[in-house]
């Protein structure tokens, strides 16, 4: 009952980042869409490893706002690929979480998973400092 509770929880959260409004009727739909789609439990998600997830995410947000402010000073920003490594768990909810916080930034977008299924390629952007 309370991964359920958590899972509706997670959801609404999502959803009010991903509207960013904060009105009653945004949020009962919210609430109402995480009702309404399934919760599956195939296999049981370790809360520590949910806590620690959501702890990258919600350390991302300052970091992406950093990032949205140095991408408005740069000239032109560098592209390039990169490899992130995950946590191994093979977790749906927490495979998401992971993308989410790699894609969160604006320099950087999850574009797949290695064969091994432990890596994450990610393309990069690097900024480029204006003259002064």
């Given at each position: 009952?309370?991964?359920?509770?958590?899972?509706?929880?997670?959801?609404?959260?999502?959803w009010?980042?991903?509207?960013?409004?904060?009105?009653?009727?945004?949020?009962l739909?919210?609430?109402?869409?995480?009702?309404?789609?399934?919760?599956?439990?195939?296999?049981?998600?370790?809360?520590?490893?949910?806590?620690?997830?959501?702890?990258?995410?919600?350390?991302?947000?300052?970091?992406?706002?950093?990032?949205?402010?140095?991408?408005?000073?740069?000239?032109?920003?560098?592209?390039?690929?990169?490899?992130?490594?995950g946590?191994?768990?093979?977790?749906?909810?927490?495979?998401?979480?992971?993308?989410?916080?790699?894609t969160?930034?604006p320099?950087?977008?999850?574009?797949?998973?290695?064969?091994?299924?432990?890596?994450?390629?990610?393309?990069?952007?690097?900024?480029e400092?204006?003259?002064?």
């Amino acid at each position: 009952m309370i991964a359920a509770l958590l899972n509706v929880a997670l959801r609404v959260g999502i959803w009010m980042l991903l509207t960013q409004d904060p009105r009653t009727l945004n949020v009962l739909i919210g609430v109402s869409m995480a009702l309404l789609l399934p919760i599956e439990n195939r296999r049981a998600l370790p809360l520590r490893d949910l806590v620690v997830a959501l702890g990258h995410v919600l350390a991302a947000i300052p970091q992406a706002f950093q990032q949205a402010v140095q991408l408005l000073a740069c000239r032109r920003p560098r592209a390039g690929f990169d490899r992130v490594r995950g946590h191994g768990r093979r977790n749906e909810l927490l495979m998401f979480l992971e993308v989410f916080t790699i894609t969160l930034t604006p320099f950087s977008i999850c574009l797949s998973l290695d064969r091994s299924g432990r890596e994450y390629h990610v393309h990069t952007l690097t900024p480029e400092r204006r003259a002064p």
